[in-house]
């Protein structure tokens, strides 16, 4: 067995991989992404190096093209500019960027087609759309050059875990829309070529875990890359049979929600190599990595791709506002993501960070009182992991009534249930909230866990 690992780990990094990349180079559809793949890879390998102040001259170039080319190729921002004495031709500062309008999900939808550019052919465009964690997902089309550089994102950030092409990689994902998640020859062909396991992780059992662990054993991957409750789900299941699994060999990667901390310290205990998260969304792109665990989970931000800036100045946390660099299909500029991060002190909305101390959550995450004061809901997560529970929903309707949803695992007793209920209405003293035992949640559209929902109308923040 070890044998044939080692023969597919040289067919893949010596022969695979190449090979994918030789065909992308020569078929005319994926020329153009295959060449601006090769240019923001090698572009963030030669930057490496740059200390701060080389960065923003960069990024301060590097945006004035793209205002200059969002005002002449699209309608929205032409008028946009126009309507709010924004010269995008001027050499302006990062102070004067700052003035510009906030591009938010609402305004992203009515817009259209005015966010396309109109000197894209369409055969070079391809659509996507957000995962709809917020409510309804947003549509984005995508040029060769966003696409090539938020997919050599990923290419360079692996690569400095040392998960270069050809390491053998365990996804812990899908979703029944994902090509991972169907079975093919093609499909068959092209994991084989790349080194690379599926393993579904939105319908899991005990039989199906006991069999995921089974295989991983035999592929032994350098990398699993999961959904964050996927991998603590797996966790938990090693750990209640008291398995220590020897994999992965170099690190895990989780993405696509938030990794709690009640999660990283079970997964923690169970495998055997630092665990990173990785922040990004398919409307923005891949924002941040954790590179430096165990010293730092601080997320070192894709400046070369993405500007990403807070909306205000408050170091407790502030809405993650990202700007592409690349957006060559459709241009997002000063675009709220719908995330609550923690900047470092000295950020300030317009500038660009280079890091992200932690993300909180989602920026509509929060449960909200009569008087209009909130608890935000990163704080349910500190709470649960403190009782025998496998997963949590809480639901707050319009009427402010709060309905928990839980999980429970086999020793959760009617004390657990007290004491959750005892802890809540100390914090929601004025709400009627009610517990409800079930056996499965109700995922969003992407199949993603959203533990804290608010049904409380909120007005929508300031956009142009």
Not at 66 to 94: I, M, W
Not at 99 to 118: F, T, Y
Not at 123 to 148: A, F, M, N, Y
Request: proline residues 6%.
């Amino acid at each position: 067995m070890a044998l044939q690992r080692l023969f597919q780990d040289s067919f893949s990094r010596y022969i695979g991989w190449p090979a994918i990349r030789f065909q992308e180079r020569l078929r005319p559809a994926k020329r153009k992404l295959a060449s601006h793949f090769k240019e923001g890879l090698d572009f963030r390998e030669q930057s490496v190096t740059w200390q701060n102040a080389q960065k923003e001259e960069w990024i301060t170039n590097r945006l004035r093209t793209v205002v200059r080319r969002a005002a002449q190729e699209t309608l929205y921002y032409k008028a946009l500019f126009k309507n709010t004495g924004f010269d995008p031709d001027s050499n302006f500062s990062f102070e004067e960027f700052s003035r510009v309008p906030i591009l938010n999900k609402e305004v992203l939808r009515m817009a259209g087609k005015g966010l396309i550019s109109q000197n894209i052919s369409s055969k070079d465009l391809l659509r996507d759309s957000s995962g709809g964690s917020t409510g309804e997902p947003v549509q984005i089309w995508l040029g060769p050059e966003d696409l090539g550089w938020h997919l050599s994102s990923h290419r360079f950030f692996m690569n400095k875990l040392g998960v270069t092409s050809g390491s053998r990689v365990a996804y812990l994902w899908g979703h029944h829309l994902d090509p991972g998640a169907k079975k093919s020859a093609i499909r068959t062909a092209i994991s084989y070529f790349r080194n690379e396991r599926w393993f579904d992780c939105f319908r899991l059992s005990e039989d199906i875990l006991a069999e995921y662990h089974r295989q991983m054993q035999t592929f032994q991957p350098d990398c699993i890359v999961a959904y964050a409750s996927a991998l603590a789900e797996f966790a938990h299941f090693l750990e209640e049979r008291k398995i220590k699994p020897d994999y992965p060999r170099k690190c895990i990667v989780t993405g696509a929600e938030k990794l709690f901390d009640s999660q990283r310290l079970l997964a923690e205990r169970v495998f055997p190599t630092p665990i990173h998260e990785r922040y990004g969304g398919r409307d923005a792109g891949l924002m941040g990595y954790q590179l430096n665990i165990p010293q730092s989970r601080e997320f070192v931000v894709d400046w070369p791709n993405l500007m990403v800036e807070p909306e205000t100045k408050d170091e407790t946390g502030s809405d993650v506002l990202v700007t592409k660099l690349h957006a060559d299909g459709m241009p997002m500029i000063r675009y709220r993501v719908g995330d609550v991060g923690v900047f470092p002190s000295d950020s300030r909305p317009g500038h660009p960070s280079f890091a992200l101390q932690s993300v909180v959550g989602r920026s509509l995450d929060k449960i909200w009182k009569r008087n209009g004061s909130f608890l935000h809901g990163a704080q349910f997560p500190h709470l649960f992991k403190d009782f025998p529970v496998r997963e949590f929903m809480v639901v707050q309707e319009e009427d402010y009534s709060v309905v928990i949803q839980v999980v429970p695992r086999a020793s959760f007793s009617n004390q657990d249930r007290d004491s959750i209920l005892k802890i809540v209405h100390k914090n929601l003293p004025d709400l009627s909230v009610t517990l409800n035992l079930v056996n499965s949640l109700t995922k969003t559209k992407a199949n993603k866990w959203r533990p804290v929902i608010s049904r409380v109308p909120q007005p929508e923040k300031g956009a142009q």
